[in-house]
Nanobody
Framework: QVQLVESGGGSVQAGGSLRLSCAGS????????MGWFRRGPGKEREGVAS???????MYADSVKGRFTISRDNAKNTLYLQMNSLKPEDTAMYYC??????????????????WGQGTQVTVSS
C-alpha cells in the first residue's frame, strides 16, 4: 500500500532553516507529482510547493525565494528545504502524492495520498 512518511520538523528561530523529508513507498515514486502542504494554527490547509516526475516545480507566493522543493527518485524521497523561516511558517507540514505525473495546481483535492505530518515551529 502507498505510504508517505515525513521527517525533519522541529523548532527553530526566525531566520533559521530546516529540511523536511518525505519517504514514499508502495508505488513507483518517480511517476507521480508530489507536493507539500501545511496547516497553521487557526488556518486552513494551504499548498506550499509541488514537483512533477521530471522536476518541474511550483510554489506558493508566500514561500517563493525561501523554500526549495526537490526529489530524489532513486531514494523515493521528497524534500523541502526551508530557509529564512518566519513565525508565520509555523504549521504542520504534510507531503502528498498527486493522482498523476504532472502537477497542475496546488490544490489538496488533486492529491490522493497523505503523510501523517511533521510539525514546524518558528519562534520570533
Amino acid at each position: 500500500q502507498v505510504q508517505l512518511v515525513e521527517s525533519g520538523g522541529g523548532s527553530v528561530q526566525a531566520g533559521g532553516s530546516l529540511r523536511l523529508s518525505c519517504a514514499g513507498s508502495g508505488y513507483t515514486f518517480s511517476t507521480y507529482c508530489m507536493g507539500w502542504f501545511r496547516r497553521g494554527p487557526g488556518k486552513e490547509r494551504e499548498g506550499v510547493a509541488s514537483i512533477d516526475g521530471g522536476g518541474s516545480t511550483m510554489y506558493a507566493d508566500s514561500v517563493k525565494g525561501r523554500f526549495t522543493i526537490s526529489r530524489d527518485n532513486a531514494k523515493n524521497t521528497l524534500y523541502l528545504q526551508m530557509n529564512s523561516l518566519k513565525p508565520e511558517d509555523t504549521a504542520m507540514y504534510y507531503c502528498a502524492r498527486d493522482r498523476q505525473y504532472r502537477c497542475y495546481h496546488l490544490v489538496a483535492s488533486l492529491f490522493d495520498y497523505w503523510g501523517q505530518g511533521t510539525q514546524v515551529t518558528v519562534s520570533s
